[in-house]
């Protein structure tokens, strides 16, 4: 907990969102999945542990790992 001025003040967490121009659905291919996969991995909403998804082993497939990870976020 952060103290100011004999306030307490509670620090919230803030997800600085990669802009995406398109909707992505599963079964999709593209960098923007890549992307998007980078961002959940480098936040605490993993795709993988290892292999296909995990933190730098990004793939440009949208698949159900990715749709889990997302869903959670």
């Known amino acids: ?3 100011i001025l ?3 003040v509670i620090p ?3 997800l600085a969102a990669p802009l ?3 909707n992505l659905r599963e079964g999709d291919t ?3 999945v890549s992307v998007l996969q980078s961002f959940l991995d480098t936040h605490g909403f993993p795709v993988a542990v290892t292999g296909p998804g995990s933190v730098n ?3 440009d497939y ?3 790992l990715t749709k889990a990870a997302l869903i959670h976020l």
């Open 6 to 8: 004999g306030l307490n």
């Open 30 to 32: 593209s960098v923007s």
């Open 57 to 59: 082993a990004t793939t």
């Open 1 to 3: 907990m952060i103290v």
């Open 62 to 64: 949208f698949g159900t």
């Open 12 to 14: 919230v967490r803030v």
């Open 20 to 22: 995406f121009t398109q």
